[in-house]
């Protein structure tokens, strides 16, 4: 039987020219600072993206910590969009590490309105916490890969900086956001103070994410990250492999989204399941299946086609460099057959 992993991007396997270069990678101790390979990725990394440094880290949740213990104090208030990631799937890290309440406001797939973020940030009174923090996300994966429109994400980071609080892009999947909007990531990440991207998920390196910013900024969050256990030796080993998705496996992002568009045309029309081409902007379709979504994935497990459980009545199914047009097909078809059973059943 064919399978078929929707899950995520996250289940992408390395390329053989990254297994070749991980291989031949020259490296050293990147606590010493004396990793070259590292030394390179971070140099790339952060010129992508537009900014002065970069500190490569082993996940994007590591990062993501990080970044805001290097912006807060303990006690302060961060302001987050209510179905971010950093809130919904860290596991408590902002009130485990960095000690910071969360004020989460709810966005329009993902997306938050300027004038709700300025009213978010409490104004100077020894009653209220210290608001210092906006964490944004794009592109949005529990709004199912919505991209920030251009306009909007100027306007929000410009309230924020206006409001005197720093601006943190949980930019995960980055470039998929750069891709579909057709700009470099660098105009993506404009106006933000730091960015967290992962190499992980649609770049398909095995491990890996990046924190960008100013250079002195980061050198404090490489000390956040010793702290966090997440400063490695000889990481020259695998960020060799991040070279490669950076340098070859963005442009081919394209690809992933037009599969994307695919699936979900092929899916409109089901019945039983809801599903929204029109919101399909980057590599992830969601199906809204009633009450019924744990069912709904077991049924297609069945039929060689792993999809992600999001929530009791969400399906996520996201496309990536390891499934291909006839897979894209096939997995239509298995879910076409699995929404006409639980019709009639
Ligand atoms: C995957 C993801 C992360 C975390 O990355 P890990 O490497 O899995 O820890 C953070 N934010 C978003 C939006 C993600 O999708």
């Not at 070259?36 to 971070?42: C, F, K, R, S």
């Not at 410009?158 to 891709?179: K, P």
Request: proline letters at 4%.
């Amino acid at each position: 039987m064919r399978i078929v992993d929707l899950r995520s991007d996250t289940v992408t396997s390395p390329t053989a020219d990254m297994r070749r270069a991980m291989a031949v990678a020259e490296v050293g101790d990147d606590v010493y600072g004396e990793d070259p390979t590292v030394n390179a990725l971070e140099e790339l990394a952060a010129s992508m993206v537009g900014k002065e440094a970069a500190v490569f880290l082993p996940s994007g949740t590591m990062a993501n910590q990080a970044a805001v213990l290097t912006h807060t104090a303990r006690g302060d208030e961060i302001i987050v969009e209510h179905d971010a990631h950093i809130y919904w799937y860290e596991a408590g890290g902002l009130a485990l590490l960095a000690g910071v309440q969360v004020w989460p406001l709810a966005g329009r797939r993902g997306v938050l309105d300027p004038q709700a973020v300025t009213a978010a940030v409490r104004p100077a009174n020894i009653h209220f916490p210290r608001t210092s923090l906006v964490c944004l996300e794009n592109t949005h994966n529990r709004a199912g890969g919505a991209v920030w429109p251009l306009d909007r994400w100027d306007a929000v980071t410009a309230a924020v900086h206006a409001a005197g609080c720093a601006v943190h892009l949980d930019g995960a999947r980055i470039f998929n956001a750069a891709v579909a909007l057709g700009v470099p990531a660098a105009r993506t990440a404009a106006g933000c103070d730091s960015v967290m991207f992962c190499l992980s998920k649609g770049l398909g390196a095995p491990v890996g994410s990046i924190l960008a910013g100013p250079r002195e900024w980061v050198q404090r969050a490489r000390r956040a990250r010793k702290v966090l256990g997440g400063a490695m030796r000889q990481a020259g080993v695998i960020a060799a492999a991040g070279l490669i998705a950076l340098r070859d496996m963005v442009d081919r992002l394209a690809e992933d989204h037009e599969h994307a568009r695919r699936l979900a045309a092929a899916l409109a029309d089901l019945p039983g399941i809801a599903v929204r081409p029109e919101e399909v902007d980057t590599n992830m379709v969601m199906l809204e299946t009633g009450p019924a979504a744990a069912g709904f994935c077991s049924a297609l497990a069945a039929r060689g086609v792993k999809a992600g459980f999001m929530d009791a009545h969400r399906v996520r199914l996201v496309t990536h460099k390891d499934v291909s047009r006839e897979d894209v097909d096939y997995a239509a078809a298995a879910i076409a057959a699995v929404a006409r059973e639980s019709r009639s059943a």
